[in-house]
């Protein structure tokens, strides 16, 4: 095939002289071009009509999603702010709440969460501020009852997010947060309250800037139609729309979600997608004119038209082209080659032909096709890289001789400088210093070594001079080409080192809490014994000698039980500064409990050093108390022990210790023992004691044994006072009371003892009654430990009801100290016992400590004048004159009074002239069991 070339002038000057008409080329293209025309046009009028019904859902689906991303965003939002106020709520205890000055330094101390509000405050129970932050001078203190939220959260106990309010300052919209705290018991304490600007930067500040069309725009409203966020600012804290004025909207208050077109309340049709918060019930809405949303139906007609025009008068052009290129295909190869110039991508889609001239050309169009698949492979590649570096959220950087090269938008958003500023510029603007930057440096670039990773943590400085620290990750790009530069990635580690630091605090806390005592803030038990163990430790090495000492207060439990627990708590804090501020550095004093201390001495020349501590810790013990207007005096019994001769352990050593306190209270108190062998019997024996108590409870050994009460002037029983005795079956002999009550009451064992007690004392007064003995109360002595019982009353009612006993025959005996302990719940369960008909009688009156003013308001009946002050009454006016004063003072109170110990006719004579008239003692009988008793009753009976 030969192919000729002529020029394009040359041709068309011979084709108008052979066809001055339309030449066939053109004829065919305009043929083709028209025929196109028609089957694009009817095409693109039947995609028109799909397009009107298809696009439209999709859009409005779309706007409906932005709504609902949008809805979801503020729920987040709100379920993060009411987390952190929870966070907060757990770190408020007991000890806070005592100290306003440490509630109101917590409070300010939680910046991060501060950051998220614009003030919080802590509310007591009543509503009534207890502290805020920021300070505002006369809040603390402040009636906040008003606040309808605050009353919602009292009265459910859940957190509660308020409606939204205008604030007082800003006069802009504002919610308030609220999270209650509970105590164990899961009683309301505090409230937690934050307030928070809705339109704030950090909130909805950004809400009405956010829209991905043009005129469209956010608006959210509460259910009772009161604006938070509208495009239009006039609208913010009014009424959104009044009913009808928006159809679509009203039915979004009513519960529909989803997009609709409607009035929006000014005159233009838009399309409204509304969906409801979870947390709050509010109504987020997007609002955008019909003519906006459904812009780009009518940009797509547009533009098929305008296909529809290119593509008929390409398909004219192609025709022409075609025709034109059976006679001339180097002229089509030759416009091919310019149009591949300009668009490359067009090799994939050009036809070459069979013949030689094809055959250039196939190669011409792979090679183009082959260069321009390269090219677009290149350009994705890197495109896709960058946004990999514009998406990482760790800062990534390219340097090179130490300058930025280039940085990703995380760099921007960690050190706060934008690329501009720093691109070109030495690195050291992020240093904290030029020494830092160029020891930094070194390390870098020492440590990057063909493709190794250098790891390094450094603190940096951002725009606004903030240090943060960071893990620095370094390689260098081309290792075979250093100065090509290196890539860094910088992970900001703040938080986490935050994070590790607070760890690191709470474990040392809580480490701290595990070892030492609350109240005294002295190492306890577990402490105690580590450091005994390790001067045992060194005393072994040294061959030296330590002593450990066992001390507890004398008649500490008096003092709790007239005086309340807190000044008891009080107390022992004095103590233990006491008894600190007098032994060495080097020595450990502990609390493992009650009022119980020990004390180690882990260097000492011989053990009189021991004792010498001892008479100085005595002596300051000894110094009067002064607290809540008590002077109290207070003593102390001390045991020691000293290593080796006392015990190789710490537990023998604190035991034998503890022995050598208890010899120390059996000689008077207030002094010192030595440990000595044969107080391992003593202990043992007391053990033995405890136990064949148990057994005696278990097995019934017990017994009562009964005293008459008498009038004086008639000589009859008026009622009796039980009296628990023990005899031992091994011997048959009475057990004394005054040796088996002391281990009762010290193990707990009073308790099934006293119900014991109870119970037989009603059953036996029954069954008198039930003989035909004449009908007298029966007095039960009630120990501390018993009256102390939440179940105290439910046990009386229970022997009452199981023994058949009128309540009115039983009579309930304690001590002045135990009624003069917690009054006010005294008042209350001896009231709730008197209105059931038992009688109330104060046992060894005169010995303790009363007050007056609370024992007239006591509901009692029976005052029992203490035997020591009967014993002399005859021979000691003193105690003659007492007596008087308790007899005119129960008179005066409107009691009976009663005397104990009545031994002798005198005694009974001068309880009689000081108008007394009950008494009972060894002059008229001893306890007797109750068969003798009944014997000795029948005689006073018939007599």
Same mark, same amino acid.
Request: hydrophobic letters at 45%; one cysteine or more; charged letters at 25%.
């Given at each position: 095939?030969?192919?000729?070339?002529?020029?394009?002038?040359?041709?068309?000057?011979?084709?108008?002289? /052979? =066809?001055?008409?339309?030449?066939?080329?053109?004829?065919?293209?305009?043929?083709?071009?028209?025929?196109?025309?028609?089957?694009?046009?009817?095409?693109?009028?039947?995609?028109?009509?799909?397009?009107?019904?298809?696009?439209?859902?999709?859009?409005?689906?779309?706007?409906?999603?932005?709504?609902?991303?949008?809805?979801?965003?503020?729920?987040?939002?709100?379920?993060?702010?009411?987390?952190?106020?929870?966070?907060?709520?757990?770190?408020?205890?007991?000890?806070?709440?005592?100290?306003?000055?440490?509630?109101?330094?917590?409070?300010?101390?939680?910046?991060?969460?501060?950051?998220?509000?614009?003030?919080?405050?802590?509310?007591?129970?009543?509503?009534?501020?207890?502290?805020?932050?920021?300070?505002?001078?006369? /809040?603390?203190?402040?009636?906040?009852?008003?606040?309808?939220?605050?009353?919602?959260?009292?009265?459910?106990?859940?957190?509660?997010?308020?409606?939204?309010?205008?604030?007082?300052?800003?006069?802009?919209?504002?919610?308030?947060?609220?999270?209650?705290?509970?105590?164990?018991?899961?009683?309301?304490?505090?409230?937690?309250?934050?307030?928070?600007?809705?339109? &704030?930067?950090?909130?909805?500040?950004?809400?009405?800037? /956010?829209?991905?069309?043009?005129?469209?725009?956010?608006?959210?409203?509460?259910?009772?139609?009161?604006?938070?966020?509208?495009?239009?600012?006039?609208?913010?804290?009014?009424?959104?729309?009044?009913?009808?004025?928006?159809?679509?909207?009203?039915?979004?208050?009513?519960?529909?979600?989803?997009?609709?077109?409607?009035?929006?309340?000014?005159?233009?049709?838009?399309?409204?997608?509304?969906?409801?918060?979870?947390?709050?019930?509010?109504?987020?809405?997007?609002?955008?004119?019909?003519?906006?949303?459904?812009?780009?139906?009518?940009?797509?007609?547009?533009?098929?038209?305008? !296909?529809?025009?290119?593509?008929?008068?390409?398909?004219?052009?192609?025709?022409?082209?075609?025709?034109?290129?059976?006679?001339?295909?180097?002229?089509?190869?030759?416009?091919?080659?310019?149009?591949?110039?300009?668009?490359?991508?067009?090799?994939?889609?050009?036809? &070459?032909?069979?013949?030689?001239?094809?055959?250039?050309?196939?190669?011409?169009?792979?090679?183009?096709?082959?260069?321009?698949?390269?090219?677009?492979?290149?350009?994705?590649?890197?495109?896709?890289?960058?946004?990999?570096?514009?998406?990482?959220?760790?800062?990534?950087?390219?340097?090179?001789?130490?300058?930025?090269?280039?940085?990703?938008?995380?760099?921007?958003?960690?050190?706060?400088?934008?690329?501009?500023? $720093?691109? @070109?510029?030495?690195?050291? *603007?992020?240093?904290?210093?030029?020494?830092?930057?160029?020891?930094?440096?070194?390390?870098? =670039?020492?440590?990057?070594?063909?493709?190794?990773?250098?790891?390094?943590?450094?603190?940096?400085?951002?725009?606004?001079?903030?240090?943060?620290?960071?893990?620095?990750?370094?390689?260098?790009?081309?290792?075979?080409?250093?100065?090509?530069?290196?890539?860094?990635?910088?992970?900001?580690?703040?938080?986490?080192?935050?994070?590790?630091?607070?760890?690191?605090?709470?474990?040392?806390?809580?480490?701290?809490?595990?070892?030492?005592?609350?109240?005294?803030?002295?190492?306890?038990?577990?402490?105690?014994?580590?450091?005994?163990?390790?001067?045992?430790?060194?005393?072994?090495?040294?061959?030296?000698?330590?002593?450990?000492?066992?001390?507890?207060?004398?008649?500490?439990?008096?003092?709790?039980?007239?005086?309340?627990?807190?000044?008891?708590?009080?107390?022992?804090?004095?103590?233990?500064?006491?008894?600190?501020?007098?032994?060495?550095?080097?020595?450990?004093?502990?609390?493992?409990?009650?009022?119980?201390?020990?004390?180690?001495?882990?260097?000492?020349?011989?053990?009189?050093?021991?004792?010498?501590?001892?008479?100085?810790?005595?002596?300051?013990?000894?110094?009067?108390?002064?607290?809540?207007?008590?002077?109290?005096?207070?003593?102390?019994?001390?045991?020691?022990?000293?290593?080796?001769?006392?015990?190789?352990?710490?537990?023998?050593?604190?035991?034998?210790?503890? !022995?050598?306190?208890?010899?120390?209270?059996?000689?008077?108190?207030?002094?010192?023992?030595?440990?000595?062998?044969?107080?391992?019997?003593?202990?043992?024996?007391?053990?033995?004691?405890?136990?064949?108590?148990?057994?005696?409870?278990?097995?019934?050994?017990?017994?009562?044994?009964?005293?008459?009460?008498?009038?004086?002037?008639?000589?009859?029983?008026?009622?009796?006072?039980?009296?628990?005795?023990?005899?031992?079956?091994?011997?048959?002999?009475?057990?004394?009371?005054?040796?088996?009550?002391?281990?009762?009451?010290?193990?707990?064992?009073?308790?099934? !003892?006293?119900?014991? $007690?109870? @119970?037989?004392?009603?059953?036996?007064?029954?069954?008198?009654?039930?003989?035909?003995?004449?009908?007298?109360?029966?007095?039960?002595?009630?120990?501390?430990?018993?009256?102390?019982?939440?179940?105290?009353?439910?046990?009386?009612?229970?022997?009452?009801?199981?023994?058949?006993?009128?309540?009115?025959?039983?009579?309930?005996?304690?001590?002045?100290?135990?009624?003069?302990?917690?009054?006010?719940?005294?008042?209350?369960?001896?009231?709730?016992?008197?209105?059931?008909?038992?009688?109330?009688?104060?046992?060894?009156?005169?010995?303790?400590?009363?007050?007056?003013? =609370?024992?007239?308001?006591?509901?009692?009946?029976?005052?029992?004048?203490?035997?020591?002050?009967? /014993?002399?009454?005859?021979?000691?006016?003193?105690?003659?004159?007492?007596?008087?004063?308790?007899?005119?003072?129960?008179?005066?109170?409107?009691?009976?009074?009663?005397?104990?110990?009545?031994?002798?006719?005198?005694?009974?004579?001068? *309880?009689?002239?000081?108008?007394?008239?009950?008494?009972?003692?060894?002059?008229?009988?001893?306890?007797?069991?109750?068969?003798?008793?009944?014997?000795?009753?029948?005689?006073?009976?018939?007599?």
């Amino acid at each position: 095939m030969v192919y000729v070339l002529v020029h394009r002038d040359a041709q068309d000057a011979c084709a108008t002289e /052979r =066809y001055p008409a339309m030449n066939l080329k053109t004829k065919s293209s305009l043929a083709v071009a028209a025929l196109m025309l028609l089957v694009f046009g009817s095409g693109l009028l039947i995609q028109d009509f799909l397009i009107q019904g298809s696009l439209k859902k999709p859009i409005a689906d779309q706007q409906f999603m932005l709504v609902s991303r949008v809805a979801g965003e503020i729920d987040r939002r709100l379920a993060i702010n009411l987390d952190a106020l929870r966070r907060i709520a757990a770190g408020i205890g007991p000890e806070l709440l005592r100290d306003p000055a440490r509630l109101q330094t917590y409070i300010e101390d939680k910046h991060g969460v501060r950051a998220m509000f614009d003030a919080l405050i802590v509310v007591s129970p009543r509503l009534r501020v207890l502290a805020d932050a920021p300070r505002v001078p006369g /809040r603390v203190g402040t009636d906040v009852s008003s606040l309808a939220h605050l009353q919602r959260l009292r009265a459910t106990g859940a957190p509660v997010v308020s409606e939204p309010f205008t604030g007082k300052v800003t006069g802009r919209p504002t919610i308030a947060l609220s999270v209650p705290v509970h105590d164990a018991e899961g009683r309301l304490v505090v409230v937690l309250s934050g307030t928070l600007d809705l339109l &704030a930067p950090n909130f909805l500040g950004s809400l009405t800037e /956010r829209w991905a069309g043009d005129r469209g725009h956010f608006v959210l409203t509460t259910r009772d139609r009161y604006t938070i966020v509208d495009a239009d600012s006039a609208k913010v804290l009014g009424v959104l729309a009044v009913p009808g004025a928006n159809p679509v909207y009203d039915r979004a208050l009513g519960g529909w979600e989803g997009t609709d077109a409607g009035n929006a309340g000014d005159g233009v049709l838009s399309l409204m997608s509304f969906v409801a918060l979870k947390s709050t019930g509010w109504i987020v809405g997007a609002v955008l004119p019909v003519e906006v949303a459904f812009a780009p139906i009518r940009q797509s007609r547009r533009t098929g038209i305008a !296909l529809l025009l290119l593509a008929s008068a390409l398909v004219a052009w192609l025709v022409w082209l075609a025709i034109n290129g059976v006679l001339r295909p180097m002229l089509a190869l030759r416009d091919n080659a310019r149009r591949l110039r300009a668009d490359p991508s067009l090799a994939a889609h050009l036809h &070459a032909g069979d013949d030689e001239v094809g055959e250039i050309a196939r190669d011409l169009y792979r090679l183009v096709d082959e260069l321009a698949r390269s090219r677009r492979d290149s350009d994705n590649h890197a495109k896709e890289l960058q946004s990999v570096l514009d998406a990482s959220p760790v800062a990534i950087i390219r340097v090179r001789g130490r300058h930025f090269m280039s940085v990703n938008p995380a760099f921007e958003r960690l050190v706060g400088y934008k690329a501009k500023e $720093v691109v @070109g510029k030495l690195a050291d *603007l992020v240093y904290l210093s030029p020494e830092a930057f160029a020891a930094t440096g070194e390390k870098l =670039y020492s440590g990057m070594v063909g493709d190794a990773v250098v790891k390094l943590e450094e603190a940096f400085r951002n725009s606004a001079g903030e240090t943060f620290w960071t893990n620095i990750y370094a390689r260098l790009i081309d290792p075979d080409d250093p100065d090509k530069g290196a890539v860094v990635i910088v992970e900001d580690i703040s938080e986490r080192r935050a994070a590790e630091a607070a760890r690191v605090r709470s474990e040392e806390h809580m480490r701290y809490q595990a070892e030492h005592d609350a109240l005294t803030l002295l190492p306890n038990r577990v402490l105690f014994n580590d450091r005994v163990n390790q001067a045992i430790l060194a005393a072994q090495r040294g061959r030296r000698q330590l002593a450990l000492m066992f001390f507890d207060l004398d008649r500490f439990k008096n003092i709790n039980d007239t005086l309340g627990h807190d000044v008891g708590d009080q107390l022992l804090q004095m103590v233990a500064e006491r008894v600190r501020s007098c032994v060495r550095s080097s020595d450990t004093l502990s609390r493992p409990g009650g009022d119980e201390f020990m004390l180690l001495l882990p260097e000492i020349v011989d053990p009189g050093d021991a004792a010498q501590v001892a008479n100085k810790v005595l002596e300051t013990l000894a110094r009067p108390y002064s607290i809540a207007g008590h002077q109290l005096m207070l003593t102390a019994s001390i045991g020691i022990s000293i290593y080796p001769d006392d015990g190789e352990d710490g537990l023998t050593l604190i035991r034998n210790a503890d !022995l050598a306190m208890y010899a120390s209270k059996d000689s008077g108190r207030n002094t010192s023992q030595y440990f000595r062998a044969e107080m391992n019997e003593r202990a043992r024996e007391r053990m033995s004691l405890e136990h064949a108590l148990r057994r005696a409870l278990d097995q019934g050994e017990l017994l009562l044994h009964y005293q008459p009460q008498f009038d004086i002037a008639t000589r009859r029983i008026i009622g009796m006072e039980a009296l628990v005795r023990w005899r031992d079956p091994a011997t048959g002999q009475l057990v004394p009371p005054g040796r088996f009550i002391p281990v009762a009451e010290d193990t707990g064992l009073i308790l099934p !003892l006293g119900t014991w $007690v109870l @119970g037989e004392a009603c059953r036996q007064n029954g069954a008198w009654q039930a003989a035909g003995l004449p009908r007298v109360p029966v007095a039960v002595n009630i120990s501390a430990l018993q009256f102390r019982q939440t179940v105290f009353v439910a046990a009386v009612e229970d022997a009452l009801r199981l023994s058949g006993l009128d309540a009115r025959w039983l009579e309930l005996e304690l001590t002045e100290s135990v009624t003069m302990h917690a009054i006010e719940r005294n008042i209350e369960i001896l009231g709730v016992l008197r209105a059931q008909g038992v009688k109330v009688s104060i046992d060894d009156f005169g010995t303790g400590h009363s007050s007056l003013s =609370y024992l007239k308001r006591l509901p009692i009946d029976t005052l029992k004048i203490d035997q020591a002050f009967v /014993r002399d009454i005859v021979t000691d006016e003193d105690d003659a004159e007492i007596v008087a004063a308790i007899i005119g003072l129960a008179h005066n109170l409107g009691l009976d009074v009663i005397a104990e110990g009545v031994e002798t006719e005198a005694q009974l004579e001068c *309880l009689q002239r000081r108008g007394c008239g009950k008494a009972q003692g060894y002059f008229f009988a001893r306890p007797l069991p109750a068969d003798e008793l009944e014997q000795f009753w029948c005689a006073t009976v018939e007599a």
